[in-house]
């Protein structure tokens, strides 16, 4: 066992904590107020090869190993929760073409996106599907070498901004989940329109929005896997993606411990610095060893798929336990803050917002559960 | 056109720096290191150099194993391949410019780049020490007119120009005046200061291509340098701590004060 990172993977760490501290941290607070799409930020991270990390290098991307991307995710999400969120949108996107898309389609789909700055979108999530994927409304209807794609998606990070759709729809809604079925959407064709961007409580960078599908047509060459292996796809997917979320979550809980700690020991109360005072000690000691905690999960998790090996257990325990812990550590923060917590001119109430979508987004805290309860029992 | 660049490992300024108790050295435990900030920059000009002229950029340090790091760094910033002086023990600036000039007399670049000075030591004195042991012009601290927010800059265009016949450097030098423009001929010392560029940002696809890049290790003795320093370091003590200051009431207290107790006016 090893509990260092190597060379390569500090080098990676600095990298992306140069990106976050002098890129993307000058203007989180600009986004947050604003809740325009970073593109400057997103243009640079996309130089810097943030973007499309997950992209294996023979299809021109860095592919990073899970392991290393979580390094990395820490970083951007200290920086800027929501930035990095619709940093890795990319990657989840482009998840299912780099996991079962046949190397046609991962030439064709992936190969473009390390030549130019360009999004891509996941689109599962649906207003009746959510933590019911099963219930997909959205159809896929073949005629002759194409589908017919109809319905709307919902919650959609940088729909408004994507070039390239990766979309679930079912190709027999009797079947449920078994007829989940897996495309690519090339461009903005007509029939895909995109709502205006959600006015979020958090990660108010990241770009939100609904998706509606009118008689959408998708070559069959653009269907990734097998008809009704759409939702083995979504899940396999997934299990990749929730190493990232989860780390998301300790990077935000770094930089809430972080300014606490600064806060707390520039600020009198009673005569000392408030960091003199054990009620503080004890939150900022619980807010620190609940963050490493999350960190370890979270590796172990990402270091499971880098061996090959099933981590569905594993990354919901780190997803769950990330969450939730940064939930609690964020709203900490502010209470170290006191009053000046709740106050927009001061960095944590914004980590508190943030926080709130991690344990809603690619499955909730609850399903986590569900799903580590599921896998105990198999 | 072969430029050779230096990257020295030093304590990130970020890092909290303390004085070991008995005044040796500073306590290196949990330090950070990086490649030192002037350094950088003289990769980072040796790049766009080498962007526009063609050739390589070849970045040398020295130091225990530790050093890779730097030079994997720079490496990922874009040199071409990197050169390792294998050393643990003390060096001083003389030790460290006769070393650099055995690597300059094997790898014969047209141009050395330095940081004017490292700033861990801060003792600006490699540079100028390394031209004189190779008999080379030098032209120290660098930097240039246009702002970090002009054009040239976005372009990383170099300002470090060459003569229009190449044989010569020239070099808008930084001078408690205001700058001075001076043409050097090659090969040519230079030092970077401050305001040269802003160096890039390490890529990722950079840092993995890094990975592939050749290190090659050398030593004192290979290079025949005896390192034996000439300085001896006798003792090291922190800054006195800072003394809080006072309110005055009014403007006459301080014109007093300022007249008859610190006598500045």
């Not at chain 1, 989180?28 to 970073?38: G, I, L, R, S, V």
């Not at chain 1, 997950?54 to 991307?61: F, N």
């Not at chain 1, 269907?223 to 989860?246: C, H, K, V, W, Y």
């Not at chain 1, 060893?289 to 569905?312: F, I, K, V």
Request: glycine share 8%; hydrophobic share 40%; aromatic share 6%.
């Amino acid at each position: 066992m090893e509990f260092q990172l190597t060379e390569d993977q500090r080098a990676l760490q600095q990298a992306a904590r140069k990106y976050a501290r002098e890129v993307v941290r000058p203007k989180a607070a600009h986004y947050d107020e604003t809740a325009t799409f970073p593109r400057d930020l997103l243009a640079t991270a996309f130089e810097l090869g943030l973007l499309n990390m997950a992209i294996p290098a023979e299809y021109g991307g860095v592919g990073l190993s899970h392991l290393d991307q979580t390094i990395v995710a820490e970083e951007l999400s200290w920086g800027c929760a929501g930035v990095a969120t619709s940093i890795i949108a990319n990657d989840l996107a482009n998840l299912p073409i780099i996991l079962h898309g046949t190397e046609d389609q991962k030439k064709r789909l992936l190969g473009h996106f390390a030549e130019k700055l360009k999004f891509s979108s996941f689109c599962l999530t649906e207003p009746e599907a959510g933590s019911d994927v099963a219930n997909m409304q959205t159809t896929a209807r073949r005629e002759g070498d194409e589908y017919v794609i109809n319905g709307a998606k919902c919650f959609i990070t940088n729909g408004g901004h994507a070039e390239q759709y990766t979309v679930f729809a079912t190709v027999d809604k009797a079947k449920r989940h078994k007829g989940i079925t897996c495309f690519v959407v090339e461009g903005r064709p007509a029939g895909l329109t995109p709502s205006k961007h959600e006015n979020k409580m958090g990660q108010r960078a990241s770009d939100t929005v609904s998706l509606t599908f009118e008689d959408v047509r998708v070559p069959v060459a653009n269907r990734i896997g097998e008809e009704g292996q759409g939702f083995a796809i979504a899940m396999a997917t997934l299990d990749n993606s929730r190493p990232l979320t989860a780390m998301f979550s300790v990077g935000i809980a770094r930089a809430a411990l972080e300014h606490s700690m600064e806060y707390a020991s520039q600020r009198k109360t009673f005569g000392k610095p408030i960091i003199e005072h054990q009620a503080i000690q004890f939150m900022i000691a619980d807010m620190a060893m609940n963050t490493h905690a999350a960190r370890m999960l979270t590796y172990e998790s990402a270091w499971l798929l880098d061996q090959g090996q099933r981590n569905t257990l594993q990354s919901s325990y780190a997803k769950s336990f990330a969450a939730d812990m940064a939930m609690k550590v964020a709203t900490d923060a502010v209470q170290v803050y006191g009053g000046y917590g709740y106050i927009k001119e001061y960095p944590v109430e914004k980590l508190m917002r943030d926080a709130k979508l991690i344990q809603v987004y690619e499955g909730t805290s609850q399903v986590q559960r569900l799903v580590i309860a599921k896998e105990l029992f198999r | 056109m072969k430029i050779l660049v230096t990257a020295k490992r030093v304590e990130d300024p970020e890092s909290k720096i303390k004085v070991k108790p008995d005044g040796s050295g500073i306590v290196q435990e949990g330090l950070k290191y990086k490649i030192n900030p002037f350094d950088e920059i003289g990769v980072e000009e040796g790049l766009r150099l080498v962007a526009k002229h063609q050739g390589e950029v070849v970045v040398v340090s020295i130091g225990g194993k530790e050093v890779q790091e730097q030079l994997r760094h720079a490496l990922a910033m874009g040199a071409h391949r990197a050169v390792w002086v294998n050393h643990t023990g003390p060096l001083d600036q003389f030790g460290i410019a006769a070393l650099l000039q055995k690597v300059t007399e094997k790898e014969k670049p047209d141009l050395v780049i330095l940081g004017k000075q490292s700033i861990d030591d801060d003792q600006n004195q490699v540079g100028q020490y390394l031209a004189e042991f190779l008999d080379w012009g030098q032209a120290t601290f660098a930097s240039k007119v246009e702002s970090m927010e002009s054009e040239q800059e976005k372009n990383k265009v170099p300002a470090v120009t060459l003569t229009a016949d190449g044989k010569a450097v020239r070099v808008i030098r930084e001078v408690d005046n205001g700058l001075a423009t001076l043409e050097c001929q090659l090969p040519a010392v230079v030092t970077t200061d401050l305001r040269l560029n802003t160096p890039r940002y390490a890529s990722l696809p950079g840092i993995m291509k890094a990975k592939s890049k050749p290190i090659e290790e050398l030593t004192p003795e290979k290079l025949g340098v005896d390192v034996t320093p000439k300085i001896q370091i006798v003792k090291l003590a922190s800054p006195p701590a800072r003394k809080a200051g006072i309110k005055v009431p009014d403007v006459a207290t301080l014109v007093d004060k300022l007249r008859n107790e610190a006598k500045v006016v």
